[in-house]
């Protein structure tokens, strides 16, 4: 969506005191807190009870908040703020296999991950960074000697060439140049009894200033855990590992 040249973006609407999109009503959202916030209700409970309910609204011709848990979940994950929710798929070894194949190799690995694309749209939604945001490349040179300076990561060379680029396309002009960045480190995240290890993958976008990256206010966040194969006994089976990795976690 482009604006007209000169023109400046609407101000963010505040929302109106009975507006609880997604939920209907209040009814529904202090439901909704209630079984999954404050008592942390189990699935077949929340079923149970909500059949219960429904059964002393069958003589009014009503229903309860939600038909089930299916419903309950499917409302909070289209709560359109806070986090994004996670999906998984997984991934097997498929290529040349040795005489004595290693367990890794017949394994399947989850990888969970959360969409990038609306994890970027929450960044570049949030009103906290309207002061601490670049929305074009930038070249700074200081009042002393003229000497070039850098600072956040729009300053730099590659955001600048990588702009210069993107505008030999007519269609693109207007836009803004939004740079995803992800990382990930060493450290491992085991999950329910530790038989499976994750690495955290991190993303960011470029236009942030380097300050709120580094208060973790929102523009740093989890994006997937990559799931680890577990140490070969074999140092031959290791490069063969580290392929398969780097595939699979690349591939989506």
Partial sequence: MFLPPGSVPEPLSEKT??????FRNRTEFETAEFFFIENQTPATQINRLLDLWASTLTKHN???????????????DNIPVGDVKWQSFSAQYTGARPDVAPPWMDQTFDVWYRDPHQVVRNMLGNPDYVQEFDYRPYREFSTDGDVRQWKDFMSGDWAWNQADLIATDPETHGSTFV???????????????????????????????????????????IVGFLAIPKKPHSHLALPVILMFVSFFHIAD
């Fill in 17 to 22: 005191p009975d507006d609880w999109t997604p």
């Fill in 62 to 76: 009503d229903r309860p908040p939600f038909a089930d848990y299916r419903d309950l979940y499917k409302t909070i």
């Fill in 179 to 221: 740079p995803v960045v992800l990382g990930s480190d060493k450290t491992t995240v085991s999950v329910a009894t530790g038989n499976n290890e994750y690495y955290p993958l991190y993303a960011s976008i470029g236009n942030v200033h380097n300050n709120v990256r580094r208060a973790h206010r929102e523009a740093l966040a």
